[in-house]
């Protein structure tokens, strides 16, 4: 695709519930990174696929955040038993081959609101 | 661990003017990345530009131009000519040269007003 997408663009649920965010990157691009965004933050990284495998996990909060990409395309970050906490923005980026020196192009984020 | 310290909030420019943000980090690293991203209300980050700790020469992108101090670990953006267009928040990020280390640490950004 041209560029990152991410869907819904923003999503309102109520405490304890389930979501499923979804990012769909870069045509070609080998890794994809999510990040958390929370009001007057700078993004927070929570989780690095390198093709369909976790790479690194390291920023997942706890054990209510799992993210999966079976296909090594397409990604779904799923937030179970969701807090008011979680409310924030979710970016997800993507880079050709997760080196060091390559861009991570972002999409425009999920507005996830915990009422 | 990596931390990105960006001590202006906000900043304010009057258009065709020139301003500076700051960007100290810490590391015990040699070898890194650093970038600055621009965050408009849309909320996509768009890299603005990119430094190679192993290069001295500070990068430049047309109107975008850093000044990077390794020694003093710091890495501050100016913009020259500024436009309206250029309104946004502005993210300092670090990226270790290191294999398993491919995250971005970012700083708490500064929010950038252009007036006409």
């Known amino acids: 695709g041209a560029g990152v997408s991410q869907t819904p663009s923003n999503k309102v649920t109520e405490k304890g519930k389930y979501v499923e965010l979804r990012c769909d990157p870069i045509?070609?691009?080998?890794?994809l990174y999510w990040y958390r965004q929370s009001l007057g933050q700078g993004p927070e990284f929570l989780i690095y696929?390198?093709?369909?495998?976790?790479?690194?996990d390291s920023g997942l909060p706890n054990d209510r955040f799992f993210a999966v990409r079976p296909e090594g395309s397409v990604s779904t970050l799923k937030i179970q038993r969701t807090e008011r906490g979680d409310s924030a923005v979710y970016l997800c980026?993507?880079?050709?081959?997760?080196?060091?020196?390559?861009?991570?192009?972002f999409g425009p984020g999920t507005r996830l609101l915990v009422l | 661990a990596q931390t990105v310290t960006q001590s202006q909030p906000e900043m304010s420019v009057q258009e065709a003017e020139t301003v500076t943000l700051s960007c100290t980090y810490d590391?015990?690293?040699?070898?890194?990345?650093l970038f600055w991203y621009k965050q408009p209300p849309s909320r996509q980050m768009i890299l603005v530009i990119r430094?190679?700790?192993?290069?001295?020469q500070n990068a430049t992108e047309n109107r975008f131009s850093v000044n990077f101090q390794k020694a003093a670990k710091s890495f501050s953006l100016k913009i020259s000519d500024s436009q309206l267009g250029d309104a946004a928040m502005y993210f300092c990020?670090?990226?270790?040269?290191?294999?398993?280390?491919?995250?971005?640490?970012f700083g708490k950004g500064t929010k950038l007003t252009v007036n006409p």
């Open positions: 696929f390198q093709g369909t495998g976790a790479a690194d």
């Open positions: 430094q190679e700790a192993y290069k001295q």
């Open positions: 980026a993507s880079s050709l081959m997760g080196q060091p020196q390559e861009t991570q192009y």
């Open positions: 045509s070609g691009h080998t890794a």
């Open positions: 590391t015990s690293e040699s070898d890194y990345y």
């Open positions: 990020a670090y990226r270790s040269a290191r294999g398993g280390s491919e995250k971005l640490v």
